[in-house]
């Protein structure tokens, strides 16, 4: 059974004209073929109103009238005379009669002259079955083109008819997860007005909701960032002090789970603030300059496993964006690449301008991700099917976010090779039409 309503519209209407259309061809071919029979009785009438004032001295057919039609005048005397057939048909009245003559059925108009004698008009009934059929046949050609036309018509009908339905469900569909606008309903047909107000009724208490919990985590993240911090430097301070090799290490525990726990609660701030649309101001950025911040930030983090953190190539390149969001996506995905290269490996960072678009690349000499997880990484708080080291999931989850917030993309792949293996992550943004050369030989030319 379809669930499709334009199927059932399509079926129900396609039904009702096609039914239709059978009853009235039914009656039409009906009416035609007794329209036949008539018209043919009226030639057998007219043929033998001419019979009657010349006398026909043979039976012989009648030309001029039809070639297959069949019609032949048979004379049949004052008196019965003759074979039985010219007998029984002079026994008959004037006047139209289904009778047989020569072994087969006919249709005979019986006429008498003044002078007594007689004659008769026949003609094949098969013929006149088949001539009155052909008629019949021909009114139904009209109908039979008309059924498909109209059954194009409605599925032209249908589909206008629908088109605001569908157009508003791809809408819904093109829509970002976190895209709470309410749908226009100006110009909206009237049967889809009470789905709209609905709709955005919907739209509105999920937003109320997520602002709610926004707003929540925000304040959450921002009060426990400050005893955080406060008790990390207790933790900090408790270096100096003797203790015990086992207390020691229970200090540097207290120490890491301190540091994750403020790591996620700036992640969560920076998430609360890409939300709140406080990242949305655009400015012109020198995307080198922020990957070249990002790595001098990270390099001790770099080095505390051994990891060659470092540039291929870093050019010169400018977007138009906001400075605080794209450094957040670009030291998450370092980030990230540090954590999950192993002791010993390499990260390579590469800035470069391809035509109209600036790319950012990350390497890592990683495990990769499965690929069953490469859809997914991007959710917030997704660790991957097999979770391992620190983390909250929340990194790559900030830097789309971020990306998508500036027009660009990025994208994550494997790199699959003999002897290495790792992710590569790339980010492409629209690059700026003014190089920062020609800002720079703009604002000399303007100095005095």
């Known amino acids: 059974m379809t669930r499709s309503l334009r199927a059932h519209l399509f079926i129900g209407l396609t039904s009702i004209v096609i039914l239709t259309g059978a009853i009235g061809a039914t009656f039409a071919y009906l009416w035609a073929y007794d329209e036949a029979i008539e018209i043919q009785d009226s030639v057998l009438i007219q043929v033998g109103a001419f019979a009657l004032g010349a006398p026909f001295k043979e039976n012989q057919a009648v030309n001029g009238v039809d070639v297959d039609s069949e019609i032949a005048v048979v004379e ?8 039985s057939d010219m007998r029984r048909l002079w026994a008959l009245q004037d006047g139209l009669h289904n009778d047989r003559y020569q072994g087969q059925a006919v249709r005979v108009l019986l006429r008498t002259r003044p002078d007594g004698s007689r004659l008769a008009v026949t003609q094949s009934g098969e013929i006149r079955t088949e001539l009155a059929g052909n008629m019949a046949l021909r009114t139904l050609l009209p109908i039979a083109a008309l059924v498909p036309c109209l059954m194009l018509v409605i599925a032209i009908v249908i589909a206008r008819s629908l088109g605001p339905m569908v157009r508003l469900a791809d809408e819904l569909d093109g829509r970002r997860a976190d895209d709470m606008r309410l749908l226009a309903t100006e110009g909206a047909p009237s049967e889809l007005q009470p789905f709209l107000a609905s709709i955005n009724g919907l739209l509105a ?19 426990l960032r400050t005893p955080i911090t406060a008790l990390s430097l207790q933790a900090e301070n408790l270096d100096s002090v003797d203790m015990s090799a086992a207390a020691r290490e229970r200090v540097n525990a207290l120490k890491r789970g301190m540091r994750r726990t403020r790591q996620l609660l700036e992640q969560l701030l920076v998430l609360a603030r890409q939300q709140s649309g406080l990242s949305d101001k655009t400015e012109r950025v020198f995307l080198d300059r922020v990957a070249k911040g990002v790595v001098a930030d990270l390099w001790e983090d770099a080095a505390a496993k051994d990891v060659e953190l470092g540039f291929a190539v870093a050019d010169e390149v400018e977007v138009d964006g906001n400075s605080f969001a794209l450094t957040s996506a670009i030291r998450n995905v370092v980030e990230n690449a540090i954590k999950f290269s192993p002791d010993g490996g390499t990260v390579d960072l590469g800035v470069t301008r391809e035509g109209a678009m600036a790319v950012v690349q990350i390497e890592d000499s990683g495990p990769g991700i499965p690929p069953a997880d490469i859809d997914r990484i991007f959710e917030p708080f997704f660790r991957g099917s097999q ?18 917030q500036a027009g660009g993309v990025i994208e994550i792949e494997n790199i699959v090779g003999r002897d290495r293996s790792g992710l590569r992550v790339t980010i492409k943004l629209q690059a700026a039409r003014v190089e920062a050369s020609q800002a720079r030989a703009a604002c000399n030319e303007s100095l005095p």
């Open 205 to 223: 208490r999920v937003y109320a909701m997520v602002d709610q919990q926004r707003h929540f985590i925000a304040d959450a993240a921002h009060e």
């Open 76 to 83: 049949l005397g004052n008196v019965p005379r003759g074979p």
């Open 387 to 404: 979770p391992s080291g620190e983390g909250s999931g929340l990194g790559l989850s900030i830097a789309r976010r971020a990306i998508d």
